[in-house]
């Protein structure tokens, strides 16, 4: 299993990023999808999660509006698209495979893409 993000940089507040996570090593179809992000000093915070299918999303409160996770299960990749961006926003983001029948717990996790939000 192998997930490696891309798209992380640096940009100004109100700008915009898009993140990647390309999966490989396993039916990436088969499994709900999440990001979580960890801010220096911070421990690990739950960003969003995305259903196998994609049909349904779900987000931390502090990102709603702002963040939307989608997912092409044919080219095997995950993506969040980040709006409207806030420096309390900056963080290493993470693609995380759920662990099967649990909601909150990753099995494998990507080496992570940073995000950092300045002027």
């Known amino acids: 299993v192998q997930l490696v993000e891309s798209g992380g940089g640096m940009v100004q507040p109100g700008g915009s990023l898009r993140l990647s996570c390309a999966a490989s090593g396993f039916t990436f179809s088969g499994y709900d999808m999440s990001w979580v992000r960890q801010a220096p000093g911070k421990g690990p915070e739950w960003v969003s999660t995305?259903?196998?299918?994609?049909?349904?999303?779900y987000y931390v409160d502090s990102v709603k509006g702002r963040f939307t996770s989608s997912r092409d299960n044919a080219k095997n990749t995950l993506y969040l698209i980040m709006n409207s961006l806030k420096p309390e926003d900056t963080a290493l983001y993470y693609c995380?495979?759920?662990?099967?029948?649990?909601?909150?717990?990753?099995?494998?996790w990507g080496q992570g893409a940073q995000v950092t939000v300045s002027s």
């Open positions: 995305i259903k196998t299918d994609g049909g349904n999303t």
């Open positions: 995380a495979r759920v662990l099967p029948t649990t909601t909150r717990s990753y099995d494998y």
